[in-house]
């Protein structure tokens, strides 16, 4: 039970510091991610190499922030193509195996969950207490101010973007042997980590504080109400 606990928590923690980041840096709110969850669980089924969700969301990440750059002209704009994505992912998932279900077994990865998880977090810890850091707290506070300060801004949302994108298909291919593997298995965790975001952005929070708070909620709100289906 409490290994379960654990898990579902740290799970939550990746999808909530993921929209976070997102949200906060690439000023949008990411609605693929639910999509992204699944897709890599559906790997997991087909293949074993993690290094294939991985590349796979870094990669598809990096080509949303990219569209999202050079096409998109406001955080609405943004946020409805990130669920247009989403969407598209998930309708294609399910049109390619006809809305079946698959389940794992004889795998043991699901434990890299709480790896990857806290592998995320000290990221954030390491990036905002390195000189970056300050370049990060500008960005989040406004970022045309932050870009007339002389910050690339553009790189770190394609870098932010990239790799969230990534931890969360990597999430959801460690996690699938837990589950009943389906186009929508990313829907409960996208929307229950927005509302962790969302509880943490009403403090008004800055930085590492923000996503320290993130990252404790999420294990409050597994204990009181589980992860949203």
């Known amino acids: 039970m409490a290994v379960s606990f654990f898990l579902t928590s740290f799970l939550l923690s990746i ?8 949200f906060r840096i ?10 992204i969850f699944a897709s890599g669980a559906y790997i997991a089924y087909f293949h074993q190499n993690p290094a294939i969700p991985a590349s796979l969301g870094f990669i598809t ?40 279900y698959y389940y794992i077994i004889h795998s043991n990865n699901s434990h890299l969950v709480i790896l990857l998880g ?13 000189p970056i850091g300050l370049k ?16 690339n801004t553009e790189r770190f949302v394609l870098i ?11 999430s959801g291919f460690f996690y699938a042997e837990k589950l009943a593997i389906s186009p929508a298995i990313g829907f409960g965790y996208l929307i229950s980590g927005i509302i962790v975001s969302a ?8 930085g590492l504080t923000h996503y320290t ?13 589980g992860v949203l289906v």
């Open 118 to 130: 806290a592998l995320l977090f000290i990221a954030i810890v390491f990036a905002y207490l390195s």
């Open 15 to 22: 999808m909530a510091l993921s929209i976070s980041l997102n």
């Open 199 to 206: 509880i943490s952005a009403q403090l008004n929070l800055k």
């Open 160 to 170: 932010v973007t990239s790799l969230t994108t990534s931890a969360v298909m990597l």
């Open 61 to 100: 990440g990096f080509i949303l922030a990219f569209y999202i750059l050079k096409v998109c002209k406001s955080v609405i704009e943004a946020t409805i193509v990130s669920l247009g994505i989403g969407l598209l992912i998930e309708r294609a998932l399910e049109i390619v195996h006809r809305g079946s």
């Open 136 to 151: 990060l707290k500008y960005i989040e506070s406004d970022i045309e101010l932050a870009e007339m300060y002389g910050v």
């Open 213 to 225: 708070l993130v990252f404790i909620l999420s294990f409050l709100f597994t204990a009181l109400t």
């Open 26 to 35: 690439s000023k949008f709110l990411n609605l693929s991610l639910g999509g």
